[in-house]
C-alpha cells in the first residue's frame, strides 16, 4: 500500500537518549524518537474510496497494481536496463581526469554486496523497491575497521524513518534474518542505512512511487481485462434476458432462471437450449467495440508509461516515424534512466563514505551492447576525430592490441594544435615589411640608324680634339 507520514514530530517528544547500541544497531527503542505523523498509523494515499473500503478491502496495493502488463513492463525494462549497468569506482587522476581504479575497501562490496546477490541483482532489486514503493534502505554491515563489507537491500514495508528532537534521523527495522536482522524490532541511525528515494511529494523522509499516479489507470484497465475473460469464461456468449410473451410468476421466473444458469453458463456456454412458452433470448451486454475495450486499454497503458516517463513504444506501442532507434533509445535514457543512474551513484558515494578523488560510476557503454551498428560508429569516429588511439577503439570491441595502434592518427595536412598557435602568434608578431618601390619608365628604344649615326658623331667629335 502506498503510504506517507503526515507531521514531522509529535507533541511531547523528550530528549533521544537510552537504548542499547552494538555497532550502530539499537535494540531498545531510544526515548524521543518518534515517526513523522500524529495518530500512529500511515496513511493511504490512494485515490479516494467509498466509505468503509478498508473492510471490503478494495484498496489498490503494489503488487496487485504490478500485475497490470503495461506497469509490469515499466518496471522490469527500468530496472533491468540499470541492473545490467557495471558499477566502476573511478580515481581522478593528476591529469584531472577519471580513470577505473580498484581500491580493498572499496571494490570488494561493488562487485559483491551480499551473500546471495551479485551486483546485477542488487541493483534490480534497488531500483524495483524505488520504483514500487518510492523508497530504497539499503542497511550496511561493516566490518572492525569500521568498512562497509555488505549492503543489504531491505523490505520497504519493514521500515519506518524516525525523528528525534535535535532532528536526528533513525530508522525502525523489522525483522529480516535474509539480512541478518534477527530481532523483531531494532533501530538503526541514519549513518548505518543508504535510503535512495524519490517524488518526496508529502514528506523528505519519505518517497512516493510512480504508483501512486498509475494505480487508476492500471486499476481501469485490469477491470476490463478481467471483465474480458469472464466474457469468454462463458464461451463468448453475452449476458441477457429470458423474455417471456405473457406474464410468469416469481416461482416459475426462479425456476427458468435456475434451469438456464445450471445448463447454459460457464463450462456449458454454446449447448442448445431448449425452452419453452415462447421465452426469447435478448443480450444486453454491450460488445467489446461498442465499448471501445482496445482504445481503452490503449489510453490505460500510455498513461501508464507516461507516468513512469517510459516511451510508449517501450511498452508495445507504435515506434514513432522518420526517427532513428538510436534517437529513440536516447529520449527513453535521458527520462527514464538518467536521473536515477546519477541518484544512485551519489548514494553510493555518500553510503560508502568514498573520500575525495573517488566516485562510483554506472557502466553506460552496456547500454549500447545489443546496438552494434551505433557503437562501432561512435567508435570510428572518435578514433578518425583523433580523440581515441585505435587501441582504445579495439580495447571496448574487445579486440588485441596492434603494433602502432598506440598513437593517434591525423591526416597529414592536419597540423598539431600548438604549432597553430605558435604560427598565429608568429605571424600577429611579425613586423610590417616596407612598401615597394615604384618602377621605374623603361627607355625608349633606339633604332640601327640612330645607333650608327650616334657612331659616327662620337668619331668626328674625337677628330677635332685631337687636332
Known amino acids: 500500500m502506498i503510504r506517507f507520514l503526515r507531521n514531522l514530530v509529535s507533541r511531547g517528544a523528550t530528549p533521544a537518549s537510552g537504548g542499547e547500541v552494538q555497532k550502530g544497531i539499537v535494540t531498545a527503542q531510544p526515548r524521543g524518537l518518534v515517526s513523522p505523523h500524529t495518530d500512529g498509523v500511515w496513511h493511504d494515499i490512494t485515490p479516494a474510496q467509498p466509505p468503509g473500503y478498508f473492510q471490503i478491502d478494495i484498496n489498490v496495493r503494489p503488487e496487485t497494481v504490478l500485475s497490470y502488463p503495461a506497469v509490469f513492463s515499466c518496471c522490469s525494462l527500468i530496472y533491468n536496463d540499470i541492473g545490467k549497468l557495471r558499477t566502476r569506482l573511478m580515481e581522478l587522476?593528476?591529469?584531472?581526469?577519471?580513470?577505473?581504479?580498484?581500491?580493498?575497501?572499496?571494490?570488494?562490496?561493488?562487485?559483491?554486496?551480499?551473500?546471495?546477490?551479485?551486483?546485477?541483482?542488487?541493483?534490480?532489486?534497488?531500483?524495483?523497491?524505488?520504483?514500487?514503493?518510492?523508497?530504497?534502505?539499503?542497511?550496511?554491515?561493516?566490518?572492525?575497521?569500521?568498512?562497509?563489507?555488505?549492503?543489504?537491500?531491505?523490505?520497504?514495508?519493514?521500515?519506518?524513518?524516525?525523528?528525534?528532537?535535535?532532528?536526528?534521523?533513525?530508522?525502525?527495522?523489522?525483522?529480516?534474518?535474509?539480512?541478518?536482522?534477527?530481532?523483531?524490532?531494532?533501530?538503526?541511525?541514519?549513518?548505518?542505512?543508504?535510503?535512495?528515494?524519490?517524488?518526496?511529494?508529502?514528506?523528505?523522509?519519505?518517497?512516493?512511487?510512480?504508483?501512486?499516479?498509475?494505480?487508476?489507470?492500471?486499476?481501469?484497465?485490469?477491470?476490463?481485462?478481467?471483465?474480458?475473460?469472464?466474457?469468454?469464461?462463458?464461451?463468448?456468449?453475452?449476458?441477457?434476458?429470458?423474455?417471456?410473451?405473457?406474464?410468469?410468476?416469481?416461482?416459475?421466473?426462479?425456476?427458468?432462471?435456475?434451469?438456464?444458469?445450471?445448463?447454459?453458463?460457464?463450462?456449458?456456454?454454446?449447448?442448445?437450449?431448449?425452452?419453452?412458452?415462447?421465452?426469447?433470448?435478448?443480450p444486453i451486454r454491450m460488445t467489446a467495440s461498442d465499448a471501445q475495450t482496445k482504445e481503452q486499454i490503449t489510453l490505460t497503458s500510455e498513461m501508464v508509461a507516461q507516468v513512469f516517463h517510459v516511451p510508449a513504444f517501450k511498452v508495445g506501442g507504435p515506434i514513432p516515424a522518420g526517427q532513428k532507434v538510436g534517437d529513440l533509445n536516447q529520449i527513453y535514457f535521458n527520462d527514464a534512466l538518467h536521473s536515477l543512474i546519477e541518484e544512485m551513484e551519489l548514494c553510493f558515494d555518500d553510503g560508502l563514505s568514498l573520500p575525495a578523488g573517488y566516485r562510483t560510476e554506472l557502466e553506460l557503454e552496456n547500454l549500447l551492447r545489443m546496438d552494434p551498428a551505433t557503437n562501432a560508429e561512435v567508435i570510428v569516429k572518435l578514433v578518425g576525430g583523433g580523440v581515441k588511439t585505435p587501441n582504445e577503439g579495439r580495447r571496448e570491441l574487445n579486440l588485441a592490441p596492434l603494433l602502432g595502434g598506440d598513437t593517434v592518427y591525423m591526416q597529414q595536412q592536419d597540423m598539431p594544435l600548438d604549432q597553430v598557435r605558435l604560427n598565429r602568434v608568429a605571424l600577429v608578431d611579425l613586423p610590417v615589411p616596407p612598401p615597394a618601390p615604384a618602377p621605374q619608365p623603361e627607355p625608349d628604344e633606339i633604332s640601327e640608324d640612330d645607333v650608327k649615326a650616334l657612331a659616327e658623331y662620337i668619331e668626328k667629335g674625337l677628330e677635332c680634339e685631337l687636332t
Request: glycine fraction near 10%.
Open 93 to 282: 587522476q593528476p591529469s584531472g581526469i577519471w580513470k577505473e581504479s580498484t581500491n580493498p575497501a572499496y571494490s570488494p562490496v561493488l562487485r559483491r554486496p551480499n551473500h546471495y546477490q551479485n551486483q546485477i541483482q542488487f541493483k534490480q532489486w534497488w531500483i524495483c523497491s524505488k520504483l514500487t514503493w518510492g523508497n530504497t534502505y539499503a542497511l550496511k554491515i561493516r566490518d572492525g575497521r569500521g568498512v562497509v563489507v555488505a549492503l543489504y537491500v531491505l523490505v520497504p514495508g519493514l521500515v519506518q524513518p524516525l525523528i528525534a528532537p535535535d532532528g536526528s534521523i533513525f530508522y525502525q527495522l523489522g525483522q529480516d534474518n535474509l539480512s541478518g536482522l534477527q530481532e523483531s524490532t531494532v533501530y538503526v541511525p541514519t549513518s548505518e542505512v543508504i535510503h535512495d528515494r524519490m517524488n518526496c511529494m508529502f514528506h523528505p523522509l519519505v518517497g512516493v512511487s510512480p504508483l501512486f499516479a498509475a494505480c487508476l489507470p492500471a486499476s481501469g484497465g485490469l477491470e476490463m481485462l478481467r471483465d474480458s475473460r469472464r466474457f469468454f469464461n462463458q464461451g463468448a456468449k453475452p449476458s441477457g434476458l429470458l423474455v417471456a410473451p405473457g406474464e410468469i410468476d416469481d416461482a416459475d421466473a426462479k425456476r427458468l432462471q435456475a434451469y438456464w444458469n445450471d445448463n447454459f453458463t460457464g463450462p456449458n456456454s454454446g449447448k442448445v437450449a431448449v425452452v419453452g412458452d415462447g421465452l426469447k433470448y435478448e
